[in-house]
């Protein structure tokens, strides 16, 4: 957030030079900078948004699991069988 107060491209996201340092430039330079499948911006925003959908999953289906079965009364425990 701080790094979008100097312009959308003025910022330690656009070409991700802390990266390049950290892992000693061993990467093609690609995998830096832009958004390209590969580079470190589409893999981290796949790994976010992955780890989002898995939190917002996992925190509703009980919510949603215990409104279902608040709703129906004499519903049976075991799956496969009605009565």
């Known amino acids: 957030m ?3 107060l100097w312009g959308v491209t003025a910022g ?3 070409s991700n030079a802390w990266l390049a340092v950290l ?3 061993l ?3 690609t ?3 832009g958004d390209a499948w590969g ?3 589409s893999l981290a925003r796949l790994g976010t948004g992955l780890l989002a959908a898995f ?3 996992f925190w509703l289906l009980p919510i949603v699991d215990r409104a279902l079965s608040a709703d129906v009364p004499g519903t049976c425990e075991v799956p496969g069988t009605w009565g």
């Open 39 to 41: 580079s470190f911006n």
């Open 55 to 57: 939190g917002l999953i």
């Open 12 to 14: 330690f996201r656009q």
């Open 27 to 29: 990467l093609p330079p």
């Open 31 to 33: 995998f830096y900078a």
């Open 23 to 25: 892992t000693g430039n």
């Open 2 to 4: 701080i790094s979008d």
